[in-house]
């Protein structure tokens, strides 16, 4: 079901409807009617006849008309009852303001859990609980309570009412934007983001979607719901609760399953969402993103009067990782013509009192600027907007033609500008007119840097989608056969990991490069199969009940010949009786030993809110010591496969160093392929760790391969 | 001489004096005679009677009355001469606005060095050139022509005349502060940045020192006269330019030494300097450090109505490296018995909905958390400020009581708090009350995270301080005669290095553990000398000509016996010769093997604004290929030597490994103590270079120096 007939309501009942000024019951009417909400509203209680002038009714299902919306304001232990009553009468959505849920810990979970059953059963969609509640501004539909949220084309979706009064507030101070609808998400018990991202990717009056999250109750479904959101509109995402301390306010506050880590930031990014960090750069991001359109090569120029600003955007911007091309020298010359001998021209643009007398010369160097083919965006730095009050009044007026002009520009050339300017909380008229036609205005210089950044990323994102790829796990349709049978067979021996030839087999048959190992049962045997395979060999006790072979004493490398063959296999056999005496031994595991090379570590896991993950490093102290490893939620690309061997600090060691070759890049970017289609094929395995793998100036080794398989495959999936 | 007859001039000639409304040289006189300057106005230009109602003298010598300070309005070219008749009338000081100078390059350093001679011969002290001028509030001598800046107790020092308008138009819209005085540095050509530095740490008007910095001329001495001034009053410092763009911008703005690095920023940092990177915060920090007594110990504590903000600032306090407590259960008891249930108390502390009816409980709850020993100052975040707008208006008085107790309670206490209020822009009088005590408030919550942190650093630096320690380098005063007499040699034979028995020698005079070597001048000798020493050996090229051993074949390594010894010898000849037929060839260096251990590298080399610096890293991939190093400037106490030990990435190679035990950190202290005092002892030396050091359980070992020596002396010290 839509959700249309909650935000477009037109008809509310407010339960739990007081006569008391100080109760949310009686403040929530107060409000629909100061803001003159059109449609009708139904007081429920069963104890008053009226209130603030209207009838009263004992129950929702004693309402005369028909039903869109309940606002409930009473406790948690009336909610079930209250819900089945709207069921009877046909109410679409629930809003439910009370706490006392999920953010609780177990026993609240319980109780909520119990609410979205009952929801689910009347067929009603519901918001909340704990939350502050919805504001459609379009339709005066306000159940908050917050007055002066301006109508306008941003989405604002958040887990902190506070949060939400920041921004809206803000808005209204700042800017001259608004909001077409607020959604406190509160626990997200019914309805979550991934449903109101797509309620609001189809919502005309919304241009953009912006969300302070906490936590996320479907972290995947949310990606693949974002990675197609974001092509068509961006999406603007603050997430809190990265330190200790963070997290246990965050999940004392909204019971989310708070603490998202660095895997949650990369695959935001990936899904094209702007992740801001600075609460101070969300509504920024936001109003510029849903004004501009964005910069669509990543390089943008300055312009500015006087050096600091100029010095202090250059760096900032080449932080951010934008481009300032140096301008073509036919813009410079147009430039030079324009302005006085003491100007730069390249890049930063310097108008060096050029503008004194004539602000609106801005205007003329921005129109030359953004011609140049190269620039893809603008931004202006410094004093316009005080020029008619630092120097004459009448300076105000030819800045004012500045921002008409500029206005238009940006139209023309679908260029943006952003404008930084010290006198923005003086309010000249000229800025208000630059923010008329989109162009967004900070007094802070950090700021308007970050919302040229944003510009370029949302740029990039527009050009790098690919509709194919959707983090959309499509569990078993590459699954083999012959793999699907291996995990069968360790299913029907009741046990939660593969052997290592087992698992060597299964990345084998999808197309890894694994060591020809042989098994053994006998000493014998075991000299037979190194005769085979090439020397030197490693011997390696094969046994479910043996997971770490090396403290076993499971392991013995570097054998070359029959007699050394033999003691190992008996002193491997002798060291498993005596570490495990019960375990069931099935062989010992003869194989060659890997040429030195490179060593890497590939492994998959299972991430609370976002399901398989894969983490890629170099072996040895890279990893263990230095932690130095890259993150992806699970399936990837052979586009992220790379970024992902890129990213890593070490990365230098694979490009080739005084000492060592290169390393074949594109192989380990195909091993960590196959781990993501392993992963998608067989939804039975919890965990892949191929440790180590040894990468060679052509080609690799898989050496080792340890596969764990869920306990419950149904509750894991 | 002191600058007090600049700061506070009496009488002011302005040198270009004019008529002519949009000439500097009319509005600097407009602008004293609008603001009241209680001194004398003298305008000089030898073809005015009369300018703006006062007599207008041909030349300052001209003048009758004594002159204190000159503001130079004409062309660079007119300078020199102006200066000597500045000089004849005994002026103390000039302001000369004119551009022109080493911000051109090569040719326009000349020129301001020609300046500077001449106000040198005069002695005039100068301010400037390439400046936006100099003001004095509380004097009313405004020589820039900025209107507005509000006299107070910050004095800001700034290479862009954009700056410091941002700066003084940021006190003026957003606090109560303004500032004891505005200098513009420009391009240092006399006074510089050290010595206004000196001048405000005395100015009794002074509480806090602001700085934007583009390029130091004496970077050492800057760090000298800041880690004095530092523990009596703040010293804020914008340090811009980072990027290459930043760099080119900087570069043409100032004619600055640009693009200063990372061992900048650590030394600003050891200087007890409070560098801000982002130049939103810069006002912002300033305004808190001299308004609030600092944090002494690093712990804080976070008030706030609700959970969102509280989050974001536990989020960012802890990124900025500060501890938040959990409050102890007496004063959670007593925060409970004032806050409905639902309150969270262990901090942050969340009143939750405790403060909707009467805000005046902040007060009490921040008396409560200001009581708890442990906390060292509170962050209250959110609606304070609000109360009065968004519910009822008579709760504004209820808050504006709050600020009232609040600030007396920061005085009692001397523990500072900082407010963040999304309600800040509105102005509402409760704020402006908490300002009036000095509590900073701002309407950005990371913003007010910052100061809170600022005022935790500064909290720091004044415990840190120890009298001793001042980036001096007592050149000469650690020198010992026989290490003295090594140098005299090399120089004797017109030598810019040292050998590499030298070297060892002359650290191993200072204490250090080097190898013990033996110069061998035939193949019998190296034999002999191989039997002194512990077994396997090295030999090395010894020759004046031949730096790099290793490219020239000159080193062979792991030699056991004399058959091996021999053969080795004989090929480093052969080799050497083949390298360099003309070299003059001291002998073979026999060094026996270094046991296996961690490969470090130490070096030190000359930095252009601050001098000798001291590198440290380890060796192999972890420097050369991944650049993983810490600089100091010299010299380094013991402490800084263990800090740059502890900052490299790769640290925890050192702490001991699954595979290798802990290094001793203690002998490698020593050993960068000992570069350090080697480097102070010998002024003669430009780098040090100890490629590899060896680290071990228990000591190390130093297996390689490499000493160059200046060209000259003289010019580098």
């Known amino acids: 079901m839509s959700l249309d007939r909650l935000f477009h309501a037109e008809s509310v009942a407010i339960v739990g409807a007081s006569r008391q000024p100080t109760k949310r019951g009686y403040q929530a009417i107060l409000t629909l009617q100061q803001e003159q909400f059109r449609g009708a509203i139904y007081p429920v209680n069963p104890k008053e006849k009226q209130i603030l002038g209207l009838p009263c009714y004992p129950t929702v299902s004693a309402i005369p008309g028909p039903v869109d919306l309940a606002l409930i304001t009473t406790p948690a232990a009336?909610?079930?009852?209250?819900?089945?009553?709207?069921?009877?009468?046909?109410?679409?959505?629930?809003?439910?303001?009370?706490?006392?849920?999920?953010?609780?810990?177990?026993?609240?979970?319980?109780?909520?859990?119990?609410?979205?059953?009952?929801?689910?059963?009347?067929?009603?969609?519901?918001?909340?609980?704990?939350?502050?509640?919805?504001?459609?501004?379009?339709?005066?539909?306000?159940?908050?309570?917050?007055?002066?949220?301006?109508?306008?084309?941003?989405?604002?979706?958040?887990?902190?009412?506070?949060?939400?009064?920041?921004?809206?507030?803000e808005a209204r101070l700042k800017s001259r934007k608004g909001f077409s609808c607020y959604v406190g998400v509160g626990n997200e018990a019914d309805i979550r983001f991934d449903e109101y991202l797509s309620y609001f990717l189809e919502d005309p009056a919304?241009?953009?979607?912006?969300?302070?999250?906490?936590?996320?109750?479907?972290?995947?479904?949310?990606?693949?719901?974002?990675?197609?959101?974001?092509?068509?509109?961006?999406?603007?995402?603050?997430?809190?609760?990265?330190?200790?301390t963070g997290k246990r306010s965050a999940g004392s506050h909204t019971g989310a399953l708070a603490g998202m880590s660095e895997v949650a930031l990369g695959a935001f990014e990936r899904a094209g969402?702007?992740?801001?960090?600075?609460?101070?750069?969300?509504?920024?991001?936001?109003?510029t993103l849903s004004s501009l359109p964005p910069v669509r090569n990543n390089k943008v120029a300055i312009l500015a009067d006087g050096g600091g600003h100029a010095t202090i955007a250059a760096d900032f911007l080449t932080d951010l990782g934008l481009e300032l091309p140096r301008l073509s020298d036919k813009t410079q010359e147009a430039l030079r013509n324009l302005l006085p001998a003491a100007a730069s021209v390249p890049n930063p643009v310097d108008v060096a009192g050029g503008t004194d007398a004539d602000p609106s010369l801005f205007a003329d160097c921005a129109r030359i600027i953004l011609n140049?083919?190269?620039?893809?965006?603008?931004?202006?730095?410094?004093?316009?907007?005080?020029y008619g009050i630092r120097f004459a009044e009448e300076l105000a007026l030819k800045e004012?033609?500045?921002?008409?002009?500029?206005?238009k520009l940006v139209q023309k050339r679908n260029k943006p500008i952003v404008v930084h300017s010290l006198y923005s909380s003086e309010k000249p008229h000229a800025?208000?007119?630059?923010?008329?036609?989109?162009?967004?205005?900070?007094?802070?210089?950090?700021?308007?840097?970050?919302?040229?950044?944003?510009?370029?990323?949302?740029?990039?994102?527009?050009?790098?989608?690919?509709?194919?790829?959707?983090?959309?796990?499509?569990?078993?349709?590459?699954?083999?056969?012959?793999?699907?049978?291996?995990?069968?067979?360790?299913?029907?021996?009741?046990?939660?990991?593969?052997?290592?030839?087992?698992?060597?087999?299964?990345?084998?048959?999808?197309?890894?490069?694994?060591?020809?190992?042989?098994?053994?049962?006998?000493?014998?045997?075991?000299?037979?199969?190194?005769?085979?395979?090439?020397?030197?060999?490693?011997?390696?006790?094969?046994?479910?009940?043996?997971?770490?072979?090396?403290?076993?004493?499971?392991?013995?490398?570097?054998?070359?010949?029959?007699?050394?063959?033999?003691?190992?296999?008996?002193?491997?056999?002798?060291?498993?009786?005596?570490?495990?005496?019960?375990?069931?031994?099935?062989?010992?595991l003869v194989s060659p030993m890997a040429a030195p090379?490179?060593?890497?570590?590939?492994?998959?896991?299972?991430?609370?809110?976002?399901?398989?993950?894969?983490?890629?490093?170099?072996?040895?102290?890279?990893?263990?010591?230095?932690?130095?490893?890259?993150?992806?939620?699970?399936?990837?690309?052979?586009?992220?496969?790379?970024?992902?061997?890129?990213?890593?600090?070490?990365?230098?060691?694979?490009?080739?160093?005084?000492?060592?070759?290169?390393?074949?890049?594109?192989?380990?970017?195909?091993?960590?392929?196959?781990?993501?289609?392993v992963m998608e094929a067989y939804p039975d395995i919890l965990e892949i760790d191929l440790n180590p793998v040894i990468a060679y100036e052509k080609g690799l080794q898989v050496v080792d391969v340890r596969i764990i398989l869920k306990d419950d495959t149904a509750a894991l999936r």
Chains 1, 2 share one sequence.
């Open 78 to 169: 009336t909610i079930k009852g209250i819900l089945e009553d709207c069921g009877q009468k046909g109410v679409a959505g629930a809003v439910i303001i009370a706490g006392g849920f999920g953010e609780l810990g177990s026993e609240g979970r319980r109780i909520e859990d119990q609410v979205t059953a009952t929801a689910r059963r009347q067929d009603i969609r519901v918001i909340g609980p704990n939350t502050s509640g919805m504001i459609n501004p379009h339709r005066r539909l306000n159940l908050v309570g917050l007055k002066d949220m301006r109508p306008g084309d941003i989405a604002l979706l958040s887990q902190s009412g506070n949060m939400a009064l920041t921004l809206i507030t």
């Open 206 to 244: 919304t241009r953009a979607i912006l969300m302070y999250v906490e936590g996320l109750r479907d972290g995947r479904r949310f990606l693949q719901t974002a990675y197609h959101a974001t092509t068509q509109k961006p999406v603007i995402l603050l997430k809190s609760g990265r330190s200790a």
């Open 273 to 287: 969402i702007v992740v801001i960090e600075n609460s101070d750069e969300l509504f920024p991001a936001a109003e």
């Open 372 to 386: 140049d083919p190269q620039v893809g965006g603008l931004l202006l730095v410094g004093l316009f907007g005080g």
């Open 400 to 407: 004012e033609d500045a921002a008409h002009q500029m206005g």
């Open 431 to 588: 800025l208000d007119l630059l923010r008329y036609y989109g162009i967004t205005v900070y007094d802070s210089l950090e700021i308007a840097c970050k919302c040229v950044s944003v510009l370029a990323r949302y740029g990039k994102t527009r050009k790098s989608y690919r509709p194919k790829f959707n983090f959309v796990m499509d569990w078993g349709r590459k699954a083999i056969a012959e793999g699907r049978a291996i995990i069968d067979k360790a299913r029907g021996e009741n046990r939660t990991a593969l052997l290592e030839h087992e698992g060597k087999k299964l990345f084998q048959l999808h197309g890894a490069r694994v060591s020809r190992d042989i098994l053994a049962r006998t000493a014998d045997e075991a000299v037979a199969a190194a005769a085979l395979v090439d020397r030197p060999v490693a011997l390696k006790i094969v046994s479910p009940d043996i997971l770490h072979k090396t403290d076993a004493g499971g392991v013995k490398i570097d054998l070359d010949d029959a007699r050394a063959i033999r003691a190992a296999y008996a002193d491997i056999m002798q060291n498993a009786q005596a570490y495990a005496p019960q375990a069931d031994i099935r062989g010992i």
């Open 597 to 677: 090379g490179t060593e890497l570590i590939i492994g998959t896991k299972y991430d609370d809110q976002f399901g398989p993950i894969i983490m890629f490093g170099l072996g040895g102290i890279m990893v263990e010591v230095l932690k130095d490893v890259a993150f992806r939620v699970l399936p990837i690309s052979l586009l992220s496969a790379g970024r992902m061997i890129e990213e890593i600090k070490s990365y230098p060691l694979l490009t080739g160093t005084r000492n060592t070759p290169p390393r074949d890049k594109r192989a380990i970017k195909r091993l960590l392929m196959t781990c993501s289609e």
